[in-house]
């Protein structure tokens, strides 16, 4: 039972390039969800689903979009990278039944 | 809008001591989870502990455990026995139970804390 996979695990843009970061769950998760984490900032949520074919804007959802096409996987893109989108990004998911979420192990993402 | 607040950007500990990790948050509702989370070096976001909110008792997980006070709206972590381990940053979480929420988590900013040998 792998959980919540992300990939890449790192990344390098130069900025203006595009990229997609892909999250996926075996749980048969309802809930998926991105956040961002930079210092002194906490994690702030970006963008999430509460089901397939489902999603909506978090705190911070400018610069990026996402799809649920599937109900294992939320993808992030970014389209069109800024330095400003330079962090950690965390993929979680949860059930309407899980108090807690689970969490992927992170991307860190620079933008050069 | 539900907030978290962790004024202790940085906390220290000598092993085997006992350190608590202050948290307060603003809510208008009435049923709601409270969360902390560790996060140690390796990135990894791992439950510490959770509180409900209509629960009176606080929860306790072996040298984990909160004081819960509904009313100042404050959400201490207490770590007994300190161990080298520990080191990790700590983020407090809060999660409304209304029907038809998200299960959208609201972080703090996160206290850092080191533990000295």
């Known amino acids: 039972n792998a959980g919540v996979t992300q990939t890449p695990k790192f990344r390098v843009l130069k900025t203006g390039q595009s990229m997609t970061l892909l999250c996926a769950q075996d749980?048969?998760?309802?809930?998926m969800y991105w956040y961002r984490q930079d210092p002194g900032m906490g994690l702030r949520l970006i963008h999430y689903?509460?089901?397939?074919?489902?999603?909506a804007k978090g705190e911070v959802p400018d610069g990026y979009n996402v799809s649920r096409l599937k109900k294992q996987n939320f993808l992030l893109g970014l389209e069109s990278a800024a330095p400003s989108q330079t962090s950690v990004y965390f993929c979680a998911s949860s059930d309407s039944l899980n108090y807690g979420y689970t969490f992927g192990s992170g991307t860190r993402l620079t933008v050069v | 809008a539900q907030t978290v607040t962790q004024s202790q950007p940085e906390m220290s500990v000598q092993e085997a001591e006992t350190v608590t990790l202050s948290c307060t948050y603003d809510?208008?509702?009435?049923?709601?989870?409270l969360f902390w989370y560790k996060q140690p070096p390796s990135r990894q976001m791992i439950l510490v502990i959770r509180?409900?909110?209509?629960?009176?008792q606080n929860a306790t997980e072996n040298r984990f455990s909160v004081n819960f006070q509904k009313a100042a709206k404050s959400f201490s972590l207490k770590i007994s026995d300190s161990q080298l381990g520990d080191a990790a940053m700590y983020f407090c979480a809060y999660r409304s139970a209304r029907s038809g929420a998200t299960n959208k988590l609201i972080f703090g900013t996160g206290t850092l804390l080191a533990v000295q040998p």
């Open positions: 809510t208008s509702e009435s049923d709601y989870y």
């Open positions: 749980m048969n998760h309802e809930y």
């Open positions: 509180q409900e909110a209509y629960k009176q």
């Open positions: 689903s509460v089901g397939e074919g489902t999603t």
